[in-house]
C-alpha cells in the first residue's frame, strides 16, 4: 500500500526497456504478466483498482497501458482524458463482441487466451509507434 491506500505492484528489474502498466481483476493474470514482462526486462506496475490508475498512469509514466476489457470503464476513461489519450493502451479480451461497446477505441487488441510472444509484438508495436 501506498500512502494513498492504493495496492500495487511493482518491479524491481534494473535496465529496463519500456514501463508497463497492467490493469486486471484477475490476480493470477497480472502475476503472471509481471513475472514474464520482467523476464523480458520491462518495469512492470499492476492494478485492479480502477481508481488507482489515473494515480498511476500520472505517476508512473508508462510508456504501455495494458487494459483487461472488464475494465472497460477505465480504458475508455484513460482515452478521453486529455492528459493520458495519448499514452498508448493494449486491450486484453476474449469477448471480441464487448469491443463493439467501446465508446473509445484501444490503440490495439489482443485477444485471450493469447501467446506471450504475440503480446511482447504487440507491446514493441505499439512502443515504435509511440516513437514516431
Do not use: C
Request: hydrophobic share 40%; charged share 25%; proline share 3%.
Amino acid at each position: 500500500m501506498n500512502l494513498y491506500g492504493i495496492r500495487v505492484g511493482t518491479s524491481t528489474v534494473k535496465h529496463v526497456m519500456a514501463k508497463i502498466l497492467v490493469v486486471n481483476n484477475d490476480v493470477d493474470t497480472m502475476t503472471l504478466l509481471q513475472d514474464w514482462l520482467e523476464r523480458k526486462n520491462y518495469t512492470v506496475k499492476y492494478t485492479s483498482n480502477s481508481e488507482a490508475v489515473h494515480y498511476l498512469v500520472k505517476e508512473f509514466r508508462p510508456n504501455v497501458v495494458l487494459v483487461d476489457i472488464l475494465q472497460k470503464k477505465v480504458a475508455e476513461e484513460l482515452k478521453r482524458n486529455v492528459e493520458t489519450a495519448e499514452v498508448p493502451m493494449l486491450l486484453m479480451s476474449g469477448y471480441t463482441n464487448s469491443l463493439t461497446s467501446l465508446e473509445v477505441e484501444p490503440d490495439d487488441v489482443i485477444e485471450k487466451p493469447f501467446s506471450l510472444h504475440l503480446l511482447q509484438q504487440k507491446i514493441e508495436n505499439l512502443l515504435q509507434q509511440a516513437i514516431v
